[in-house]
């Protein structure tokens, strides 16, 4: 039984997430997650809600909330619409958790140690009308990379280039407004990533079988310009990680916090921590520790290209420079951006639907589908109504629910609620079981290569397969000349709906879950073997006829939604 550890990229706590953010991280390894759950794997799926940093005081502020109680709720928030998109997380945790902070002082500590933490003493921009410095976000200003005029005090958003707070020309207080900013000497901790520079580009190089988009981001950072820089670890703030060296104080350092980028990749160990914490599990070390049982773990990260730098160089350079025998990822699995209609999905503009909201439309199978089989991995995608309509009612409603239908229908019209006994097999159906077994295993290799897309139309085949054999057996005509054919046709149609659900699982689990009840079984067994699969349902066994499993969306719902969405929530 092979072991796979798998994370998501920690969605950021400031509000509900878009549907961009989902297909991007969380629901690709979702995907995973119950495909190796599925094929009877030990599987540990992670992720956790990233709670630091100045977007999460800002948020605050406008709630009117204290900080660590706004976080608190809007954890609550967003691990309520995680279940219902059935995100089957082992644990979903935070990284304002205990465990996270003692285990960022630990690295720091360990880092420091290994002399990779260095004191600089810097200017920061001071708001004498806010009486605080302005680290980030607290500061906006002109790029001076592309002359956007709102670019934020740590990145562009224009140009995506990295900055400081003091590159920006013309800046401004985001709390007040003020330009009445002066630079004032300010102490803050380094991470000497120029120092490991040699050995993260060994360790990329490696990783001969990572996405182009993966290591061609790596190489960047590692290579462009003057190299890999060293970067700041710690922040002036008051909401975050307290900087220590392991237990111990750090003088110079009082009454700072290390940065968000810091703390939040070390939650995927603290997670596993958590998880042992709540009682659901016994045994964190085995999944993060190569000396303690971790050496046969696969790991396996999800996320947005956005954040690939942090998780090739930044969190593998706090792990290696610990020189602790902490497990590495083995693979990322990183996605390009989904787009909304034309446009972008904005957060601040309400541009898109938002997780919460989908739900309110349609139920989670929907959603997982579309946005999977769309799923941005060799360039943008886009979300459009009209492909979500065709998809959703081509695909779900006609191909797979009309399957089910009408096998089900029929079968309980001739034969009655139960597999019916009689007739054999003939070429037409030894044929079909050959083409599902081919399409299975091409299946599985899309699935095991996290090839979401193609995963998603070798899934679609075999849907399609079974409806093309059924048109072309034509049990319904087969019934009048020969009830004993029609017979085996159809105890070989109801034990495809049974093949379906287990197949359909990782994509469509909910509706996995109605058919295997419809079938009245618990067998959901990975079907190693297909023509074995196909004979699990014998004669006599019963059945219930499902509810329509999946509804058609109508012009009038496509129209409605379209205009609904176009931007302008609150
Ligand atoms: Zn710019």
Redesign the pocket.
């Known amino acids: 039984m092979a072991r796979h550890l798998i994370t998501s990229a920690i969605p950021y706590i400031n509000g509900i997430k878009h549907l961009g953010n989902l297909v991007g991280s969380q629901l690709p390894a979702d995907l995973f997650a119950r495909y190796q759950r599925g094929r009877g794997n030990e599987v540990l799926f992670l992720c956790s809600t990233d709670e630091h940093g100045t977007p999460a005081e800002l948020a605050a502020a406008k709630a009117g909330q204290p900080v660590a109680e706004y976080c608190a709720e809007m954890h609550e928030v967003q691990a309520r619409i995680a279940e219902g998109f059935r995100l089957s997380f082992d644990h979903f945790g935070r990284s304002s958790s205990p465990q996270n902070h003692k285990l960022t002082q630990h690295f720091a500590g360990k880092l420091a140690e290994a002399g990779l933490i260095r004191e600089v003493s810097e200017t920061q921009m001071y708001s004498k009308a806010d009486g605080r410095f302005l680290p980030d976000r607290y500061i906006e200003g002109t790029?001076?990379?592309?002359?956007?005029e709102s670019?934020r005090g740590d990145q562009?958003d224009?140009?995506?280039?990295q900055l400081d707070p003091t590159d920006l020309i013309n800046p401004y207080s985001t709390i007040s407004g003020s330009t009445d900013l002066e630079e004032r000497e300010t102490k803050h901790l380094y991470l000497c990533q120029s120092q490991m520079k040699d050995q993260l580009d060994a360790w990329i190089d490696s990783k001969t079988d990572w996405p182009i988009l993966t290591t061609s981001i790596a190489k960047k950072w590692l290579h462009d310009g003057d190299g890999l820089q060293d970067r700041g670890i710690t922040r002036d703030l008051d909401w975050g990680i307290p900087v220590k060296k392991g237990d111990e104080d750090w003088p110079g350092m009082e009454g700072k916090v290390f940065y968000v980028w810091f703390d939040a990749p070390i939650e995927y160990i603290a997670c596993a921590q958590e998880w042992v914490d709540a009682g659901k599990g016994d045994d964190w070390e085995r999944w993060w520790r190569t000396d303690k049982g971790a050496d046969d773990v696969r790991y396996t990260q999800f996320m947005g290209k956005d954040n690939v730098p942090f998780h090739t160089l930044s969190f593998p350079a706090t792990i290696l420079g610990s020189g602790e025998p902490w497990k590495l990822v083995d693979h990322l699995k990183s996605f390009n951006y989904l787009n909304y209609d034309g446009g972008q999905f904005s957060t601040s503009r309400g541009r898109g639907v938002f997780m919460d909201q989908a739900l309110e439309l349609l139920p989670a199978d929907y959603w997982r589908w579309w946005l999977l089989s769309h799923a941005p991995e060799s360039s943008d995608s886009e979300f459009t109504w009209e492909n979500f309509q065709q998809s959703v009612n081509k695909d779900l409603a006609d191909v797979l629910g009309n399957f089910v239908s009408r096998v089900t229908k029929f079968c309980r019209s001739k034969f009655g609620e139960e597999v019916p006994a009689g007739g054999a097999f003939g070429a037409q159906e030894q044929a079909l079981v050959e083409e599902l077994a081919t399409r299975i295993r091409a299946y599985e290799s899309h699935m095991e290569a996290m090839e979401v897309r193609k995963s998603a139309q070798e899934l679609r085949a075999i849907w399609v397969a079974g409806n093309e054999y059924l048109q072309s057996a034509a049990p319904w005509s087969t019934f009048k000349e020969d009830p004993e054919q029609a017979a085996a046709q159809i105890r070989l149609a109801l034990n495809l709906i049974r093949l379906y659900a287990v197949l359909s699982a990782p994509f469509i689990p909910d509706a996995s879950a109605t058919l295997l009840a419809a079938m009245q079984t618990g067998d959901d067994n990975w079907p190693e073997d297909v023509p074995a699969a196909l004979e699990t349902l014998k004669e006599g066994h019963a059945f219930t006829v499902p509810d329509v499993t999946f509804r058609k969306v109508s012009d009038d719902e496509r129209e409605d939604w379209q205009s609904r969405f176009a931007g302008t929530r609150d």
């Open positions: 790029c001076p990379n592309c002359g956007y670019a562009c224009n140009c995506t280039k």
